[in-house]
């Protein structure tokens, strides 16, 4: 089994760190809050004090971080997974959704070091990550990815390859901003509602049987109809923005008109200013109410 290193254990690092220690896998993890690891370290895990120590003769080191200030700090900053010590030819797994150019500049650093590198971002919500049922979105080069499907095999269900490096962030962030437009329309369509006198759950229940259901409106409507932003938050109002914004910055460099990804950004935008961006994503339905 292969020695690996994962960076960053929230909801959904914790998940995909634990199917690998299933799978056998020697592993080293870090996170800015070891407690936050801790529960890991029953399984067999090592908690390291900083990035390069936990990537220290890694054959492959992941990494699920919530932005490009969190990436660039785990991997190129001071005690950074990149600074030495990692395994010749190991692989650098980027599961985080950041921008398309920082993703193009960490490629860039790792293969200066002589590392293989996968642009790696995943769909999927923390309980799929525990069950190991993410569809993980690649941009690597085929060699590369055909080395690290035994490593990746025991987070995924489904491993989709759009190309080279870059690949699969374009995806992803292309996906995402889909989803706040999707959300975004959620929100409204349902406040509509109510204001027509409608009962909330049983217009989500009646989108979740009619043409304008997906995976997306169905959970998303269902949180809004019960009001329960505080709880659970399975993805915050702050990290749906990110991703937006991402993805505009990526629409902007291919010359892409996002008229209405760029209503979404502006409906999350109010989330955050009114300070709920700590919430969940569906929040956004008070935004609207008022």
Not at 10 to 31: K, P
Not at 149 to 154: I, V, Y
Not at 194 to 220: C, F, M, W, Y
């Amino acid at each position: 089994m292969a020695t690996l290193a994962f960076l960053g254990t929230g909801n959904m690092g914790l998940g995909m760190a634990g199917r690998l220690i299933g799978a056998g896998h020697n592993l080293r993890v870090y996170n800015r809050n070891p407690d936050k690891a801790a529960p890991l370290t029953e399984r067999g895990a090592t908690i390291a004090a900083t990035p390069q120590d936990a990537a220290r003769g890694a054959d492959a080191v992941f990494a699920m971080l919530s932005d490009i200030e969190a990436s660039r700090s785990v991997w190129l900053g001071e005690g950074g997974a990149l600074a030495g010590g990692i395994a010749d030819n190991a692989i650098v797994i980027e599961c985080s959704t950041l921008s398309h150019d920082w993703v193009l500049e960490l490629a860039g650093a790792a293969r200066r070091l002589g590392l293989r590198y996968i642009d790696c971002p995943v769909t999927g919500i923390p309980s799929q990550a525990e069950a190991g049922e993410l569809t993980l979105l690649v941009g690597a080069e085929e060699d590369t990815l055909t080395a690290a499907r035994p490593l990746l095999a025991p987070i995924s269900k489904d491993i989709i390859r759009f190309g080279g490096v870059g690949a699969g962030t374009a995806y992803k962030l292309m996906v995402n901003l889909m989803g706040a437009v999707q959300i975004a329309g959620a929100a409204e369509g349902m406040a509509m509602a109510e204001k027509a006198g409608l009962e909330p759950a049983l217009v989500a229940d009646a989108l979740a049987r009619g043409a304008a259901a997906s995976p997306q409106v169905i959970r998303t409507t269902q949180r809004m109809a019960e009001g329960r932003h505080d709880k659970n938050i399975i993805f915050s109002g702050k990290l749906r923005l990110k991703d937006v914004l991402y993805a505009l910055e990526l629409a902007d460099k291919l010359g892409q008109q996002t008229p209405f990804g760029q209503t979404a950004r502006d409906a999350f935008q109010r989330l955050a200013d009114a300070g709920f961006e700590e919430l969940n994503e569906t929040k956004i339905i008070d935004v609207l109410r008022s």
